[in-house]
């Protein structure tokens, strides 16, 4: 599927693993299917198995992503150039909304007369968030 009105076009697998969106913009950028202006490249892409649209924002150098810098994630053991990601509309592809219940909180039945608070979200795939305070009944 292509839209005309992004830059680029990306399936993202299904491995749970969100952060390979933010190789997009670099990646189209590496392969010459966009040009990005310096110090900071643009790079709007639409995902074709949510159908929704992000933007990402990456310093370039020398017609190039920059990959060298000192952003630092917990976890990775090298720093790097940060790479931004702006998700527009991200509202559950499934439901269109990112609650996906309707509701901010729900009591969930998790067997065995044991019950749950918590919230149901797809923001950035599907999630269920529970206060670290929140009692179980």
Known sequence: MSRYDMDTCARAPRMGIEGISS????FALEEGMVDAAEPQGTVHIFKTNTQKTLVAQFATEDGRA???GDFRIDGVST???P???TFI???????GRILQTGSVGDVLDVGHGRKLEAS???ARGF????S???SRT
Do not use: F
């Open 89 to 95: 509309d991200p509202g559950g592809a499934a439901t």
């Open 83 to 85: 790479i931004g990601l």
């Open 132 to 134: 670290a305070g929140c």
């Open 127 to 130: 999630n269920l968030w529970r």
């Open 120 to 122: 149901a979200s797809t």
């Open 23 to 26: 190789a997009v913009g670099p």
């Open 66 to 68: 920059k990959i060298d």
């Open 79 to 81: 720093a790097g150039s």
